[in-house]
């Protein structure tokens, strides 16, 4: 096996034992209460995940796209606001990695691995969600700073990052050219933020608004040009989309393989459901979905990994194709434990509540759907 395989090979077994010792027992609980589990930042920070994607010379994992992936599928298998955190940790840090010098690195980086800092992707607003050209948020630059203001919505960490990788407008009337990117700390007088949402799933993961009043930063904390916010968001993001992909994986593994066991255990008609064909097709299909996204999210991963073209088109079809059928295999999964699948006694209603937001996040599947498109009529990366 080559060194590089040897090493993913290692970080998923460290994932997979992590997930299972630590994570797995806390959370039904977690989803219960709708509580951020900090012990569990502490877990992962320990394990180095939370640096995963960062160079070693930061403290970091060196962690490629790859094992990204797949720590947050194995993570997700046991429980979805977890992995959501590692996700956020990822989309908070890519930007700093695609868009920083090497000072601005060493400053974030180094507080991210030495302090388990938790960063944000601050880039949806209310009013521009799909459509980033509506992006209100104003970076105003007064000599050696910028004056921050505006308000970003339902921001992952909202309210408990230490390092929000920020997105807006310096030059309003320039469109998406006129982004930029900056890094905003916690504690900046004028960062604020609104109450924590109340979500279907996700429960332990936090979002909140992050506002914006006259806060003040210094030119320093800006990530590459004037203009240049946009293509990060951009770039941060299709890197990303497959680990969102991985993690609907995770999600609807689990839910199979609740359902086989299920299956094998409740009898009906003097016979375990599992003998009836009715279940063992859907069973099929299910496992036969989660293996062809499985092939799709680790092709595009694969594909950033070796910086190969056509990362953008596969990226959002790993990320909508995983999700739609993340939210078909836990509904499945639901329907083939019956009454109990809908009772929160059992864990399936969980991930199918889980599952949801995968087609949402990170631009919504009709979004992707676009991007693929575009790809096939003739656009280019
Ligand atoms: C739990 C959670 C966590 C999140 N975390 C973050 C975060 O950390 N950082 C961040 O920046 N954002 C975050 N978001 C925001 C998320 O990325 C947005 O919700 C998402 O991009 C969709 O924007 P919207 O909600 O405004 O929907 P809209 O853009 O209003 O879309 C509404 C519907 O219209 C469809 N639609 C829109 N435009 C088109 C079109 N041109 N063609 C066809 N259909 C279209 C959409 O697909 C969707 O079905 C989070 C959201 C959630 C729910």
Redesign the pocket.
């Known amino acids: 096996m080559k060194e590089i395989e040897k090493e993913r090979q290692m970080i998923r077994e460290a994932a997979t034992k992590t997930a299972q010792k630590i994570i797995q027992p806390r959370a039904a609980e977690i989803d219960a209460t709708g509580e951020f589990p900090w012990d569990l930042v502490e877990a992962l920070g320990r394990q180095g995940f939370l640096s995963l994607l960062l160079p070693e010379e930061f403290g970091g994992m060196n962690g490629d796209i790859t094992s990204f992936c797949s720590v947050v599928e194995e993570i997700a298998k046991v429980c979805g606001s977890s992995s959501l955190l590692l996700l956020?940790q990822g989309?908070g840090t890519l930007p700093i990695w695609l868009g920083g010098n090497s000072s601005q690195k060493e400053r974030y980086f180094t507080q991210i691995s030495e302090k388990n800092n938790l960063t944000?992707?601050?880039?949806?607003e209310s009013i521009a969600?799909?459509?980033a050209l509506l992006i209100k948020t104003r970076a105003q630059k007064q000599g050696k700073n910028y004056l921050l203001n505006g308000r970003?919505c339902?921001?992952?960490h909202g309210s408990i990052a230490h390092l929000y990788a920020l997105f807006a407008s310096t030059h309003p009337r320039k469109g998406l050219d006129g982004i930029s990117a900056f890094v905003v700390e916690k504690g900046t007088p004028g960062l604020g933020f609104g109450k924590k949402e109340e979500?279907i799933g996700?429960r332990g993961?936090v979002?909140t608004d992050v506002t914006f009043e006259d806060c003040r930063i210094p030119r320093e904390n800006r990530l590459g040009e004037e203009g240049e916010g946009w293509k990060i968001a951009m770039d941060t993001l299709n890197r990303s989309r497959p680990a969102m992909g991985a993690q609907a994986i995770g999600i609807a593994q689990r839910a199979l393989d609740y359902a086989i066991r299920y299956a094998n255990e409740r009898i009906q008609f003097s016979n375990p459901i599992a003998s009836f064909q009715a279940i063992r097709f859907m069973i099929a299909d299910m496992a036969t979905q989660i293996e062809a996204a499985r092939a799709l999210v680790y092709q595009a991963a694969a594909r950033i990994d070796a910086r190969l073209e056509g990362k953008e088109k596969l990226s959002a079809m790993a990320k909508l194709y995983a999700s739609d059928m993340a939210m078909r295999v836990t509904t499945d999964a639901v329907q083939i434990l019956g009454g109990y699948g809908y009772m929160r006694d059992y864990p399936v209603e969980r991930m199918m509540r889980d599952a949801k937001?995968t087609q949402?996040?990170?631009?919504?599947?009709?979004?992707q759907r676009?991007t693929v498109a575009y790809h096939l009529f003739g656009g280019d990366e």
């Open positions: 956020a989309m944000a992707f601050t880039l949806n969600g799909s459509d970003k339902f921001i992952t979500k996700m993961s979002t937001v949402i996040f990170e631009g919504p599947n009709q979004l676009l």
